[in-house]
Structure formats: structure tokens, C-alpha cells
């Protein structure tokens, strides 16, 4: 797993990702999931790594999910 440097600087903090790390424009989204923060490039749509993950999931995914009772 690769690591990146923090600098802080008062109250912000500087992330210096490694250079096969670079990301496209100048502003990302910010989600944070429990204790992980994931930085998603402002420029793309947000949805596509969804859409990306879609092919990974087996054809018979949810044959067997029953829908709760309401």
C-alpha cells in the first residue's frame, strides 16, 4: 500500500500524493466513511466508479433477494 505525506498548517492540511496518485483538475468531493476519506475528482462524474463496479457483480447477484414486507 502506498502512503502519501501530510503537512499541516494551522487548521488545513496539505495531502502530497504519490505522482501515479494525480488527479484530474483542481478540486475533488470529500466523503468520509467511518475513519477513511475518499477523494473523488470534481471534474468526473462522482457516480462512475459505481457504474465502473457494476461488471463485477455476478449475473445472478440478487436472484435470490426477497423484497421486505412494507
Not at 36 to 56: A, C, E, G
Request: net charge negative; charged share 30%; hydrophobic share 40%.
Amino acid at each position: 500500500m502506498k502512503t502519501a505525506k501530510i503537512l499541516k498548517d494551522n487548521e488545513t492540511q496539505t495531502l502530497l500524493l504519490p505522482a501515479e496518485f494525480n488527479l484530474p483538475g483542481d478540486e475533488v468531493y470529500l466523503k468520509k466513511v467511518g475513519n477513511t476519506i475518499v477523494l473523488i475528482p470534481k471534474d468526473n462524474n462522482p457516480w462512475q466508479p459505481l457504474f465502473d463496479s457494476l461488471d463485477m457483480f455476478a449475473e445472478d447477484f440478487m436472484e435470490d433477494w426477497e423484497k421486505p414486507a412494507a
